[in-house]
């Protein structure tokens, strides 16, 4: 088996979306539903 | 009974030129290339998993499988699982979030608006008191690491020096607190030059997003200026050009029905005018119109679907892969949920009152308190804390795909729910309906074998 995109792990790999990496707020389709929150980064996710 | 049964959010995608598959596992998003023994042992489930784990040669294997959440130990309940880290994100005090509408005046007159024609209102002095006031309340009782705001409108622009003169004032308070902090700015882009621009991004405004809805004679008849014949497409395209270098630029095409087969041109125009050339600070995407409130009932036999979208946003993607542009991220990456569902964000009206969500926006009976009182857990609130789709709604506890959409779009289940009875994928994401293709495309466009010289 061969890892084509590494897995995130656990609840502290997810990476963190609000600020100015958030893979959601600026590209065209990273992020699932960027159409919902504009591409602006409204988005949150886990991080602990 | 072994230790191991297969993860629930597995996804396999068979290579027939290889005779291998590919997993994608939503929960870890992982992605890997699996030999056909693996794959059949998955397959078979627990059993299958058995003869993986009696074999001592394959200890290895099954520890790279559980990382990759492939496979998950037998009483692990994933759904509790998903619960759980969604609420972590939901109720994380990392960030403050606020969209601040800086006024509902707007010098457009969009044909999909759904702001409606309320009297336009500017936040003046004493909404910066508010919020600031709000801002330090909450940090000394959450302890927020970060605050992000969006500068909305209307045109926010129309009202730049509140955004100017509050931004000032919310640096000076994050720097005692030591809280990092963010901004954004949506904007029609017909006020914006070069000074704005610098003077934004001094003031921590990372990026702006402007709407650009097709060559001109489209972009200009769904987008005019209110009350004159000017051009807003070739205002929007010189201001662009004025401030790329100073502040990166997103720009959201949004497309229906109507529009979507001149996005090539678009592109083609972006391209003549050295705007989407090779340019970092540079991005686009398209969005979808949608009947958000009666305001904007007139565009609805217009709209795409959640299908149609899809399609459209695969074919948008090979356009600019086939073009030469590598989207660089053009993989998912799992979502928490949107921040309206969340007690950490909100939406401040010009007057000082707080929505959920920007769909809200001039929308006085969603009004759910004021930036001058105490935010109490009212009705209107609960509906939005409350949002459980694990819960709530059985099509997501059944979705495979739950851990990258988060249940979509938190306004649209909660307001628009009587949509969701007739179309059962209007809340999903384009990954549910295409998620091989979007696979195939982002392996294809990583290989570089989709790109042609530009």
């Known amino acids: 088996m061969e890892w084509i995109i590494q897995p995130l792990n656990g609840f502290n790999e997810v990476a963190a979306v609000i600020f100015s990496d958030c893979p959601s707020a600026f590209s065209t389709t990273s992020c699932a539903w960027y159409s919902e929150c504009n591409g602006t980064g409204r988005m949150i996710i886990v991080q602990t | 009974m072994g230790q191991f049964k297969p993860s629930d959010y597995n996804h396999f995608i068979y290579i027939e030129e290889e005779d291998k598959y590919l997993i994608y596992n939503a929960i870890s998003n992982g992605l890997a290339k699996l030999e056909p023994e693996i794959f059949n042992r998955l397959k078979e489930g627990v059993k299958g998993l058995e003869t993986l784990e009696q074999d001592p040669g394959k200890k290895d294997l099954l520890q790279r499988l559980s990382d990759g959440n492939i496979i998950v130990d037998n009483d692990f309940d994933e759904i509790d699982f998903l619960r759980t880290r969604f609420n972590m994100g939901k109720f994380s005090q990392k960030t403050l979030s606020l969209t601040i509408v800086t006024t509902a005046d707007c010098n457009m007159a969009c044909v999909y608006c759904y702001q409606g ?45 509140f955004i100017f003169s509050l931004s000032k004032k919310i640096l000076k308070l994050c720097k005692p607190h030591n809280l990092l902090y963010g901004a954004m700015v949506v904007t029609n882009g017909t006020i914006m030059n070069k000074a704005i621009a610098k003077k934004l991004k001094g003031l921590k405004v990372g990026r702006m997003q402007i709407t650009i809805d097709g060559p001109q004679a489209i972009h200009d008849r769904r987008r005019p200026i209110k009350n004159s014949k000017k051009s807003s497409y070739k205002l929007i395209l010189e201001n662009v050009k004025r401030v790329l270098g100073i502040l990166p630029v997103q720009i959201r095409i949004n497309v229906d029905k109507t529009n979507f087969s001149n996005t090539l041109e678009l592109l083609e125009n972006l391209e003549r005018n050295g705007i989407l050339n090779n340019n970092k600070d540079l991005n686009v995407y398209i969005g979808y119109t949608r009947e958000w409130t009666t305001n904007c009932k007139n565009i609805s036999h217009n709209c795409f679907s959640m299908k149609e979208f899809s399609v459209a946003e695969i074919e948008f993607q090979k356009m600019l892969i086939a073009r030469g542009y590598s989207l660089g991220n053009l993989y998912l990456s799992p979502t928490g949920t949107c921040v309206s569902v969340s007690p950490h964000g909100y939406v401040i009206e010009p007057g000082g009152e707080l929505h959920k969500c920007w769909s809200d926006v001039g929308n006085k009976e969603a009004y759910l308190g004021h930036v001058d009182k105490p935010v109490t857990f009212n009705k209107k609130l609960l509906k939005w804390l409350s949002f459980d789709p694990l819960m709530q709604m ?38 549910k309906l295409f998620m091989e293709e979007k696979i195939q495309l982002f392996l294809k466009d990583k290989a570089g074998q989709l790109k042609s010289k530009i």
Not at chain 2, 132 to 160: A, D, H, Q
Not at chain 2, 405 to 431: F, H, M, R
């Open chain 2, 394 to 431: 059985p099509e997501c506890r059944a979705c495979k795909l739950f851990p990258v959409c988060g249940g979509g779009c938190p306004y649209v289940a909660i307001k628009q729910s009587n949509i969701l009875k007739d179309d059962k994928e209007y809340n999903c994401t384009p990954w």
């Open chain 2, 117 to 161: 024609t309320q009297t336009p209102a500017y936040a003046g002095k004493n909404l910066q008191d508010s919020i600031l006031k709000f801002v330090e309340e909450r940090i000394k009782s959450m302890g927020y690491k970060s605050l992000y705001v969006t500068w909305y409108g209307g045109e926010p622009l129309l009202n730049k020096d």
